[in-house]
């Protein structure tokens, strides 16, 4: 079976500064797989040459067994894939509803594009209470639900999410993970960049561990965390 | 809810600081109401007709100029050539009409052709700002990586050189009018004569800036152009094609500013440089209300006729030009960001 997303090999840079060596991974349908590593490892950079904000200088972007990079990123979009960026990128003079319908701009059905919105706002009610607040006027937590749900809104395939804890206390971190994990549940394959290597290892299938742009460590997140450098470098036990 | 007890005895601080807040505004409005009130006591109800008929064009070239800089961030100095290839259009559609009217009397056609005419010129625009985006604004674009805003600006002003001269050398300095589009009187509105041209000028830009207000706001592109110019990252990652709506935007621009041309030929003629004099005014009104701001654009637009017009009445008609620049010169010492801020952020302070 050919996996959801493969990368193989995946060289990438800003300019002259070369942020990937090689990047190998994969993701299968149905998981929910952490990436993670210090900063400036490059993570947020191997979610951005996914989506094809960047585009790499050598190696493969494989979605569905189809290769995906040098597409433009609206393309990519369209094909199922999602991206929750760090920064959000929401529509911030525009309402909660109105981002949320731009997020199912591809879904020309109307009838499918209400049964979602429906489907989200069973999903985060609290979206639903402030559907017609301008999303530029939310609190920080409720900004990152209306990311994640407005990725949601193109019934993707394949979510990418990139560290939705950051700026977070802890318990709305919580929430947010447990709608991950919601989507999860409902077949939604995720693949996730975070900083909170504990918490995150805690609750997903399996992680790679990103150092210095290369992948030194993959496998079940329960094997990850036993092992000695990881509670070394990044739980600091 | 504990938050709602902490603000609500604040209730008499947010409102000054509301009132502070909305300064410009509250200011603006003032002063114009007072104007109005001028106007109309020394000019009467033609005078307040003048206001709003010149108001609605500077609207509507203002709207394509605010579109432009909020969607694509250009500062569009060509956007005047835009309206001199309205006018042309209009009179190369129209006038061979009209002398074919003069051999045979047509009332249906008489009535029909100018709109006609505008139509035509509309269609033209945006043929143009498909072709000036497509071959000169995207091939920039994908290699612009610092400094688009400076680059965009020195390619329209070329783009203004080249299509000036190039209607120069093609068509010559001659001007080219006709002396009204509609053969009829004029018609009597609470007291005042009005040209059915200019009443018509007027619906024309009105209807224009109706239709692009309901087409950002209530349909499916309209919304992407809007995502576009709030965050351009965003509205690639939900699907929307950057290239395809950027070129939309441009081309809708420039056909509004061939709209206006046309419908304005009675009044100013077609000439190679007949754009200069509109892309000024319509400058002063983005630069007052706030670059990249559409609704700004169009009360604006209100607020310069009313500028021109009132200084025309009290001063003198040589000085039309000189006082709406000092006041946008004050405006913008006192507001940099113009009077109704911007809500569209520019594409480069992402």
């Known amino acids: 079976m050919t996996p959801m ?5 995946i060289n990438a840079s800003y300019d002259f500064l070369q942020v990937l060596w090689g990047v190998s991974l994969n993701v299968d349908k149905g998981e929910l797989v952490a990436l993670i590593g210090p900063n400036g490892a490059g993570k947020s950079t191997t979610l951005r040459t996914i989506i094809g904000l960047i585009s790499p200088k050598s190696g493969e972007v494989l979605f569905n067994g189809k290769i995906i990079n040098n597409m433009p990123v609206y393309q990519i979009s369209r094909m199922g894939i999602s991206y929750v960026s760090e920064k959000l990128n929401l529509f911030t003079a525009m309402s909660v509803q109105e981002n949320l319908i731009l ?4 879904i020309r059905d109307k009838e499918k594009q209400l049964a979602t919105l429906a489907y989200i706002f069973e999903l985060f009610p609290r979206l639903e209470e402030r559907k017609n607040q301008l999303a530029g006027t939310m609190s920080g937590g409720e900004r990152k639900m209306l990311a994640i749900a407005r990725g949601m809104m193109s019934m993707p395939q394949l979510m990418l999410v990139d560290e939705p804890s950051l700026g977070l206390q802890p318990n709305l971190t919580r929430n947010v993970f447990d709608a991950l994990l ?11 960049v975070e900083q909170n290597v504990n918490a995150t290892l805690n609750f997903t299938d399996r992680a790679y561990i990103l150092e210095q742009g290369k992948t030194v460590m993959s496998g079940p997140s329960k094997e990850i965390k036993a092992n000695k450098h990881v509670r070394n470098a990044y739980m600091g036990i | 809810m504990a938050k709602d007890s902490i603000t609500r005895p604040a209730t008499q601080e947010s409102l000054m600081t509301r009132i502070k807040d909305n300064l410009p505004i509250i200011i603006v409005s003032v002063f ?6 001028a106007v109309y006591i020394k000019g009467g109800t033609s005078q307040i007709f ?3 008929i010149t108001g609605g064009m500077w609207a509507l070239l203002a709207v394509g100029l605010a579109l432009v800089f909020g969607v694509m961030n250009i500062p569009h100095f060509a956007h005047g ?3 001199m290839v309205g006018a042309y259009v209009a009179y190369f559609t129209f006038n061979p009409i009209r002398e074919y009217l003069q051999q045979n009397p047509s009332k249906f056609i008489g009535i029909i052709a100018p709109f006609g005419a505008i139509l035509v010129a509309g269609l033209a625009g945006a043929v143009l700002g498909v072709i000036i985006e497509r071959g000169i604004f995207a091939p920039l674009r994908h290699r612009t990586k610092e400094g688009w805003v400076m680059n965009a600006f020195l390619l329209t002003v070329g783009i203004s050189f080249v299509l000036t001269n190039g209607a120069n050398l093609v068509l010559g300095p001659n001007f080219r009018g006709v002396p009204r589009y509609w053969d009829v009187d004029a018609v009597e509105i609470a007291g005042a004569y009005m040209s059915v041209d200019r009443l018509i000028a007027f619906g024309v830009s009105m209807l224009t800036i109706g239709v692009l207000w309901f087409f950002l706001r209530r349909t ?3 919304r992407a152009i809007r995502a576009v110019s709030q965050d351009e990252t965003g509205a690639q990652l939900v699907g929307i094609n950057l290239n395809f709506i950027q070129t939309l935007t441009f081309s809708l621009a420039t056909a509004m500013a061939a709209i206006s041309g046309a419908s304005l030929l009675f009044l100013f003629q077609a000439y190679p440089t007949v754009g200069a004099t509109p892309l000024y005014y319509a400058w002063y009104v983005v630069m007052m209300a706030g670059l990249g701001n559409v609704a700004g654009a169009i009360i604006g637009g209100f607020i310069v006729a009313l500028l021109q017009t009132s200084t025309q009445l009290f001063v003198a008609v040589s000085w039309t030009t000189v006082i709406p620049t000092a006041v946008m010169i004050l405006v913008l010492l006192l507001a940099p960001s113009g009077i109704f801020g911007s809500d569209v952020k520019g594409v480069q302070e992402q």
């Open chain 2, 220 to 222: 499916r592109i309209g």
């Open chain 2, 32 to 37: 114009s109401i007072i104007l109005f009130a």
């Open chain 1, 103 to 106: 997020g199912a701009f591809a």
């Open chain 2, 50 to 52: 003048n206001v709003f």
């Open chain 1, 5 to 9: 997303l493969e990368l193989k090999n």
């Open chain 1, 182 to 192: 919601q989507l999860r549940d409902r077949g939604v394959t995720i693949l996730l």
């Open chain 2, 81 to 83: 050539e835009s309206f």
